[in-house]
């Protein structure tokens, strides 16, 4: 997966109105990673050790990484500066771990970052930050994101109450952290990484200028910045090398995908049709995988790049994705990841 580029656990890339790249802008890409709790090996899915981390802010010193915030990153991809390497490091939740081991660690390397806070966790309990940590934190150089209010399993709901609960929670969030921080945020997370179609646009018509996914992938001009995608570097993806391979990625463009949905349909095997920016791609070198299982892959259209990727077995994960990775001429990796949810499978944490 060399120079594969799903920064920040998690995947759809489509245009979308108000992401249209500066006239002679030239095309920018942006590595995003996503972290949640730092040197607490109770929760390894979301727990990244501390040595890691360092060795993360490390590297990007080292290979001379401009490192921004969420909405800085989005200002960056939709302006007219040159392009230069870019990542951005972000936080959900608030765990009070980011506060104790990982807020210190960047501080040390002079890098900003975003945390993505749910306000009915903030006092919540010892593990949780308190107002005055994210006060502290925001000193420092951290912005604030929208997480929800409850950071709720949203999909679980209703149809006929999901959004209007979805869009109550922004605003109630969006009201709580003006109160008690002083700033608005303009950045959003998805809880969990989950949302369909209708939440995107309520997100969008929120006011903010992006929000974050959690399906791995590059960030670059002109994509949908309403499911940006983040790579994870939670326990098990958290080696320096597998950190620096994520970081060397760049993103496969998808001009169009069937379905648009991501909710996992009936028979638990979707088929998944992409058609892919040419961007001079080695498509006899495409790989496709399939979180906890396999998966085939098939070249509709080699001149139009249009593939099919469909899981070998039935999916029985609440959240899986589906990637696909691949090559170009210069011996560069692209990826692409694409989420489906089935809600009828519980929520783990």
């Known amino acids: 997966m060399a120079?594969?580029?799903?920064?920040?656990?998690?995947?759809?890339?489509?245009?979308?109105?108000?992401?249209?790249p500066p006239v002679n802008s030239e095309p920018k890409e942006v590595v995003c990673f996503i972290y949640h709790r730092f040197g607490d090996s109770r929760y390894p899915t979301t727990n990244t050790p501390v040595p890691d981390f360092e060795a993360h802010l490390a590297y990007l010193r080292q290979h001379n990484y401009q490192v921004l915030n969420f909405s800085d990153?989005?200002?960056?991809?939709?302006?007219?500066?040159?392009?230069q390497k870019t990542a951005v490091i972000t936080i959900d939740d608030g765990y009070k771990t980011f506060f104790t081991k990982g807020l210190p660690l960047l501080r040390k390397y002079h890098?900003?970052?975003?945390?993505?806070?749910?306000?009915?966790?903030?006092?919540?309990?010892?593990?949780?930050?308190?107002?005055?940590?994210?006060?502290?934190?925001?000193?420092d150089g951290i912005e604030i994101g929208n997480h929800t209010h409850s950071h709720a399993y949203f999909l679980d709901q209703p149809a006929a109450t999901r959004y209007e609960?979805?869009?109550?929670?922004?605003e109630q969030?969006?009201?709580?952290?003006?109160?008690?921080?002083?700033?608005?945020?303009?950045?959003?997370?998805?809880?969990?990484?989950?949302?369909?179609?209708?939440?995107?646009?309520?997100?969008?018509?929120?006011?903010?200028?992006?929000?974050?996914?959690?399906?791995?992938?590059?960030?670059?001009?002109?994509?949908?910045?309403f499911q940006c995608p983040r790579?994870?570097?939670?326990?098990?993806?958290s080696s320096r090398a597998k950190f620096a391979e994520k970081a060397s990625m760049s993103p496969l463009k998808v001009k169009s995908q069937q379905?648009?949905?991501?909710?996992?349909?009936?028979?638990?095997?979707?088929?998944?049709?992409?058609?892919?920016?040419?961007?001079?791609?080695?498509?006899d070198q495409l790989q496709c995988f399939v979180q906890g299982g396999k998966c085939s892959l098939q070249i509709v259209n080699k001149e139009k790049a249009t593939v099919t990727v469909q899981s070998t077995g039935k999916i029985n994960r609440r959240r899986t994705l589906y990637t696909v990775t691949v090559p170009d001429k210069k011996g560069v990796w692209h990826w692409y990841s694409r989420l489906w949810i089935d809600p009828q499978v519980a929520g783990d944490e």
Request: proline content about 6%.
């Open 3 to 20: 120079w594969i580029r799903i920064l920040c656990f998690g995947i759809l890339i489509v245009a979308c109105s108000g992401t249209t």
């Open 73 to 83: 990153a989005i200002d960056y991809l939709n302006s007219d500066k040159p392009a």
């Open 111 to 139: 890098m900003p970052a975003t945390l993505f806070i749910n306000t009915k966790s903030v006092e919540n309990g010892s593990d949780l930050m308190t107002w005055s940590d994210l006060k502290s934190a925001m000193a």
């Open 165 to 170: 609960s979805f869009k109550t929670e922004i």
């Open 173 to 225: 969030s969006q009201k709580i952290i003006r109160e008690n921080l002083n700033v608005t945020p303009t950045v959003f997370s998805f809880p969990y990484g989950e949302f369909d179609l209708k939440m995107k646009t309520i997100a969008e018509e929120a006011g903010f200028k992006a929000a974050a996914a959690q399906r791995s992938g590059v960030l670059y001009t002109g994509m949908d910045l």
């Open 231 to 237: 790579f994870p570097m939670s326990e098990a993806y």
């Open 259 to 283: 379905p648009t949905d991501f909710l996992l349909p009936a028979n638990k095997q979707p088929v998944l049709e992409l058609t892919f920016a040419p961007d001079n791609l080695r498509l």
